[in-house]
T-cell receptor, first 112, second 112 residues
Framework: SQQGEEDPQALSIQEGENATMNCSYK?????LQWYRQNSGRGLVHLIL?????REKHSGRLRVTLDTSKKSSSLLITASRAADTASYFC????????????FGTGTRLTIIP | EPEVTQTPSHQVTQMGQEVILRCVPI?????FYWYRQILGQKVEFLVS????????KSEIFDDQFSVERPDGSNFTLKIRSTKLEDSAMYFC??????????FGPGTRLTVL
């Protein structure tokens, strides 16, 4: 499979704790993009990390990329109840503005 | 902040009928996409569009599907003769020079 695969499939943590979600892929990438999806709703773009980058931050979000291991991680610090959602990584191949291949997602539940 | 919009939010149709799903991409974006997500499954790529032509399409995007950019703002997906298995959430996305793909809120298509 060329798809991103997230791990774990589901994660429940207490509010205030940090949440880490991982994504693995099998073929080369131009970029990897992380999205959030609330139940039955649209996909919210979180962060894009390029193949020549190792880490990016946006607010409480930190994304790392290890191209040698073909893996990425999304860290949400100081989690809030509103962070409850599904999180997906999506692989962009080749030249950048091509199709995204989505993984199966991690269902994150923040317990108040 | 600019966003992708989609109409309608929910479309119910009878099997065999034609449907047109509409999208207004972000105004300065040049790359446009349609994806779909069957309930409980992964987000799947359908088609990408650039410079007034299809740049890539998936196996799902058969002769029953077509896309059009009829004017400078709209981007449409037409399904000529809907099948039960076309029931899904359909997402439009657009991207610009940054390669970040921004998604619309989706159209939930229900085929009866």
């Amino acid at each position: 499979s060329q798809q991103g695969e997230e791990d774990p499939q589901a994660l429940s943590i207490q509010e205030g704790e940090n949440a880490t979600m991982n994504c693995s892929y099998k073929t080369s990438i131009n970029n990897l993009q992380w999205y959030r999806q609330n139940s039955g709703r649209g996909l919210v773009h979180l962060i894009l990390i390029r193949s020549n980058e190792r880490e990016k931050h946006s607010g409480r979000l930190r994304v790392t990329l290890d191209t040698s291991k073909k893996s990425s991680s999304l860290l949400i610090t100081a989690s809030r109840a509103a962070d409850t959602a599904s999180y997906f990584c999506a692989r962009g191949a080749n030249f950048g503005n091509e199709k995204l291949t989505f993984g199966t997602g991690t269902r994150l539940t923040i317990i108040p | 902040e600019p966003e992708v919009t989609q109409t309608p939010s929910h479309q119910v149709t009878q099997m065999g009928q034609e449907v047109i799903l509409r999208c207004v991409p972000i105004s300065n974006h040049l790359y446009f996409y349609w994806y779909r997500q069957i309930l409980g499954q992964k987000v799947e790529f359908l088609v990408s569009f650039y410079n007034n032509e299809i740049s890539e399409k998936s196996e799902i995007f058969d002769d029953q599907f077509s896309v059009e950019r009829p004017d400078g703002s709209n981007f449409t997906l037409k399904i000529r003769s809907t099948k039960l298995e076309d029931s899904a959430m359909y997402f439009c996305a657009s991207s610009g020079t940054s390669n970040e793909q921004f998604f619309g809120p989706g159209t939930r298509l229900t085929v009866l």
